[in-house]
């Protein structure tokens, strides 16, 4: 990605006026210039400096699915290394226009209703290439007279693993002079990391965290995400605690609606029991089917009980408005197409399955 540090530095040692800092600056990041050559005010001879000096972004489009409806985009991010990733656009009706992005190749975590837990853990992203997928939605959606107003690190990977990288990526997504995103337009969703909820809860800014929660009681939690056998229920809610005393802001319990698995009225009442009284919001997830499913999505009628229970027992819950069925939306489906996916444990999987891959998680996770 092209930043400001280094195109100052650049402008002065090439005796470039700094008036065309802005100007650059203003191309790239605000009118959607893709290459140098597009900066139409640009002198032939500085386009050609600039294009042999610098990479306007660290990932390439490769393939891309648009949706019948034109609702969801996805598209296949091939990055410097040849590693491949994948962001999603959502047009939601309201006018939302939402990105979706990754922050690791591959997860290593495995939850058990995930495709991209199926995709091998290569590296974390680094901060450029988690920003320029939100700067390439970012240019497509100024093509086409549209503005990116919510960007949501729900994509392939765990952002808490990587948060250097993730706190870097953010301060460009709300600076004015990248992509200029408010701090409530942006949300980090986590599997669960009990120490870096805290960490986050005690940053400056004002970024949404959203939590992966899909499991009422640690038993279910461990049973379907191998990473609650590292971080229990009891410390996770802990931190929420911490981080909503901390920040007074909203947190997101992400609830993804399994069949027979964490789908019953007892898993809602239990669910309302674990999380009433919290600033908080339910947001129970529509299963998108998978090519590696083992698990079937909760009927219509099932996630509308459930939302009722908790609705009645006075949690605010919503179910997320389902796009791009058609293009297999959900993360990780593109990517796996293009790289081969490894076993998966079944759902609710045997103890001792989950138990050694939650070690393997864990090992990998104290590196
Ligand atoms: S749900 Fe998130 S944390 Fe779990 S495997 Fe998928 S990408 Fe990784």
Redo the contacts with the bound molecule.
């Keep these: 990605m092209l930043s400001l540090d280094q195109l100052k530095e650049f402008c002065a040692a090439q005796k470039i006026p700094a008036f065309r800092v802005k100007q650059i600056m203003q191309a790239v990041y605000q009118e959607g210039a893709e290459t140098f050559n597009d900066i139409t005010t640009l002198p032939a001879p500085i386009k050609k400096l600039l294009t042999d000096t610098f990479q306007i972004s660290t990932v390439k489009p490769t393939a891309q699915e648009v949706s019948k409806d034109n609702s969801t985009v996805k598209i296949l991010f091939e990055l410097p290394d040849g590693n491949t990733i994948e962001g999603v656009l959502m047009r939601f009706n309201d006018g939302r226009r939402t990105v979706c992005i990754s922050s690791?190749v591959g997860?290593?975590?495995?939850?058990s209703?995930?495709?991209?837990?199926t995709l091998r853990f290569k590296r974390s992203l680094t901060w450029e290439e988690m920003a320029d997928q939100v700067i390439y939605f970012s240019r497509y959606l100024k093509r086409n007279g549209e503005e990116l107003n919510h960007v949501v690190y729900?994509?392939?990977?765990?952002p808490f693993r990587n948060y250097d990288n993730l706190l870097k990526s953010l301060a460009i997504l709300m600076d004015p002079q990248y992509v200029g995103l408010g701090a409530r337009k942006i949300t980090v969703?986590?599997?669960g990391i009990v120490e870096k909820i805290r960490m986050f809860a005690d940053e400056p800014f004002q970024v949404n965290l959203a939590l992966?929660l899909h499991a009422p009681n640690q038993e279910l939690r461990q049973k379907i995400?191998p990473?609650a056998l590292r971080y229990k229920l009891d410390d996770l809610m802990d931190a929420v605690k911490y981080y909503l005393d901390k920040t007074k802001r909203r947190i997101s319990f992400e609830y993804?609606m399994l069949r027979d698995v964490n789908d019953t009225e007892e898993c809602a009442h239990e669910l309302a029991k674990l999380v009433k009284g919290m600033l908080c919001h339910v947001n129970l997830i529509p299963y998108n089917a998978t090519d590696i499913d083992t698990v079937a999505g909760s009927e219509k009628s099932t996630i509308k009980r459930f939302q009722e229970i908790l609705n009645d027992a006075g949690v605010p819950a919503t179910t997320r408005v389902s796009l791009g069925q058609d293009i297999a939306a959900a993360?990780?489906q593109l990517a796996n197409k293009a790289q081969k996916p490894v076993n998966m444990p079944r759902p609710v999987a045997m103890p001792s399955v989950v138990k050694k891959m939650a070690r393997k998680v864990q090992a990998k996770m104290e590196k």
């Design positions: 690791e997860c290593p975590l495995k939850c209703f995930c495709a991209s837990g729900m994509g392939i990977g765990e969703s986590t599997a992966s995400m990473i993804v993360c990780g």
